[in-house]
């Protein structure tokens, strides 16, 4: 089973700047199999990237993703209230699908 | 708009069966672009993939729950279904029903039902 790293585990930042999440993967991930998700108290989590750079639809252009093999970014330029959050990776570069443990964004 | 909602009981008993169903609406289930999925999130284990059914009714199970787990279609009431047994405290959590045009990722999701193992 491929186990992915979340770092940091809180991020604390203000509205307007710019916060910068990572993921790293225990084996390389096949072709960019990585996608982003988004959580908020009380909500199922919301999709945000996938194959690792591709922002899914709704998803406002502040966000970006990027990396391969094992190591992925989300960026998340000029923070809006609303951003601060729960972000988990996840990867399907397996025929078993798993999560990160999440990196809180905080103000 | 394509969404889903979660059903079922939200106490099971250890060694019985929980069993809850995702009503889809705004599309059908056996429409031929989409992937049918189960996700549940602990505070122990966080998020963690159960399975999915596809439009055909071809299903993959994560190993970890594959012995336990099943996956079904209803297209005639347009839902699916998730079946675990034996079930143990472990298998307290938030369960997800949610769907995409691929089996792998998950753009729509139900709001998620809370499922409390205890006798």
């Known amino acids: 089973e491929i186990v992915l790293t979340q770092s940091p585990g809180t991020l604390s930042l203000s509205p307007g700047e710019r916060a910068t999440l990572s993921c790293r993967a225990s084996?390389?991930?096949?072709?960019?199999?990585l996608a982003w998700y988004q959580q908020k108290p009380g909500q199922a989590p919301r999709l945000l990237i996938y194959?690792?750079?591709s922002r899914a639809r709704g998803t406002p252009d502040r966000f970006s993703g990027s990396g391969s093999g094992a190591d992925f970014t989300l960026t998340i330029n000029t923070l809006e209230p609303e951003d601060f959050a729960v972000y988990y990776c996840?990867?399907?570069?397996?025929?078993?699908?798993?999560f990160g443990r999440g990196t809180r964004l905080e103000i | 708009q394509m969404q889903l909602q979660e059903s079922g009981p939200g106490l099971v008993k250890p060694s019985e069966t929980l069993s809850l169903t995702c009503t889809v609406s705004?599309?059908?289930?056996?429409?031929?672009?989409?992937?049918w999925s189960w996700i549940r999130q602990s505070p122990g284990k966080g998020l963690e993939w159960i399975g999915y059914i596809s439009h055909s009714g071809s299903t993959s199970y994560n190993p970890s729950l594959k012995s336990r787990v099943t996956i079904l279609l209803d297209a005639a009431k347009n839902q699916f279904s998730l079946k675990l047994n034996s079930v143990t405290a472990a298998d307290t959590a938030v369960y997800f029903c949610?769907?995409?045009?691929?089996?792998?990722?998950?753009?729509?999701w139900g709001q998620g039902t809370p499922v409390t193992v205890t006798s």
């Open positions: 705004g599309t059908f289930v056996s429409s031929g672009i989409y992937y």
């Open positions: 084996q390389s991930l096949s072709s960019t199999s």
């Open positions: 996840q990867q399907y570069g397996s025929s078993t699908f798993t």
């Open positions: 194959n690792a750079s």
């Open positions: 949610a769907g995409d045009s691929a089996p792998s990722r998950w753009f729509a």
